[in-house]
């Protein structure tokens, strides 16, 4: 049998042919050089951070030494009452996960265009929003453009423009987290980034973006991508109809806070014609899975579970609210959302108190950034959800 071996020495590659070779004979490649995997990975991604994500109850658990049952997770805005029970059984009877799914999710989009009144064909639905934001920059953006991020906010845009090679221009909110427009306009003018992108609410605030500023913003020669994961907590109707008057405008929605589907993974858009059509060249074939889809057509079925259970979420935030003002060291923010952002105060460290709530079987949630140091995020939970954290800061004063 023929070998070549290839010796690999840190600086230079020495070949020796150890036999004639004939057609047809396997050959053999040994290669033997440290360090040298990294050379394959585009420069800019070798300083990527990785993204911090938030832990999942067995990791809690593990962690803590706590069954999952007994920690009281408020840290990742989930939806602690789950989905519709008819989730549970159609998932429980899916006839052909063996198949692959519809790449088109035609079913899936059909009962979105009933549930928003905008038609199917402006809506396109991904592996979460997150699979989107990651769609629209591969699909927006060349290497060295920019985009311009709001912060505080959601770190996903931030994460996603490094992954993708684009430079962020920050322009930070105002001290009660509205948006500097006036600032906006003049870095759109000045620097021509390519897009905006906008959460309303904001996370981590939960507050709105009013409809004069949104309006103002598309108006200016830059894409708009709203951001509504939270939009059911808010009272605020959704702009999804908006993408047929505005081709600036995408907005993006989520089954993970409204229908508690989280785990599954499923997201969705609306989008001007003229963008979605590279938007559906672009994309994975077969980005949503069956169990994806089969889930979020449940949850749609029921339509009052689903306004029964943001109705509960939103009335325990403002009970939580209520009781967060009156501990000493917190300051919450009103919120429009399913979470409530807190300053922390009168010299207590926001980190550990984070911690020590986490040693108590209480997770909230805390920001290593520069302007969120001094906060914590709490997400409205179940009323004991809300008893438990309470029980807890007590043991602080």
């Given at each position: ?56 109850f067995e990791v809690l658990s593990a962690q803590l030494g706590r069954k999952p049952e ?91 423009a490094a992954v993708n090679g684009a430079g962020v221009i920050k322009v930070p909110r ?224």
């Amino acid at each position: 049998m023929g070998v070549i071996d290839v010796q690999c020495p840190p600086s230079s590659y020495i070949l020796r042919k150890s036999q004639p070779l004939r057609r047809n004979i396997t050959t053999r490649v040994h290669c033997v050089q440290a360090s040298m995997g990294d050379s394959f990975i585009r420069p800019h991604l070798r300083q990527l951070a990785a993204y911090q994500p938030i832990l999942p109850f067995e990791v809690l658990s593990a962690q803590l030494g706590r069954k999952p049952e007994d920690i009281v997770k408020l840290d990742a805005n989930e939806n602690p009452y789950g989905p519709p029970p008819e989730v549970f059984e159609a998932l429980g009877n899916m006839k052909f996960p063996y198949v692959y799914p519809d790449p088109q999710s035609r079913r899936l989009r059909d009962a979105l265009a009933q549930d928003s009144g905008l038609e199917s064909e402006y809506i396109l639905v991904g592996c979460g929003a997150d699979e989107l934001i990651d769609l629209i920059m591969r699909c927006v953006l060349d290497p060295g453009e920019k985009i311009i991020d709001c912060p505080p906010t959601f770190s996903m845009y931030v994460f996603d423009a490094a992954v993708n090679g684009a430079g962020v221009i920050k322009v930070p909110r105002n001290p009660d987290f509205s948006l500097n427009v006036d600032r906006i306009a003049e870095v759109v003018e000045l620097e021509k980034p390519k897009c905006i992108f906008l959460t309303s609410p904001n996370n981590p605030d939960g507050s709105i973006i009013s409809e004069d500023d949104l309006l103002k913003i598309l108006e200016m020669p830059i894409l708009v991508v709203l951001d509504e994961a939270y939009i059911e907590f808010s009272g605020v109707e959704s702009r999804m109809k908006w993408v047929k008057k505005y081709e600036n405008l995408i907005v993006l929605r989520t089954f993970s806070k409204r229908a508690g589907l989280a785990g599954l993974r499923v997201g969705y858009g609306a989008f001007p014609l003229s963008i979605i059509e590279y938007m559906w060249r672009a994309k994975q074939p077969y980005n949503v899975s069956v169990a994806g889809e089969v889930a979020a057509l449940a949850a749609l079925s029921n339509g009052k579970y689903l306004e029964d259970v943001r109705d509960a979420l939103v009335h325990e935030r403002e009970r939580l609210f209520g009781l967060l003002k009156e501990v000493p060291f917190l300051n919450p923010y009103p919120s429009h959302s399913n979470f409530i952002l807190c300053e922390v105060t009168s010299g207590m460290d926001a980190k550990k108190l984070k911690e020590d709530l986490a040693k108590m079987g209480v997770m909230v949630r805390h920001y290593n950034s520069q302007e969120l140091k001094g906060y914590v995020r709490v997400s409205a939970g179940k009323p004991e959800h809300t008893d438990a954290l309470m029980d807890c800061l007590k043991q602080f004063y």
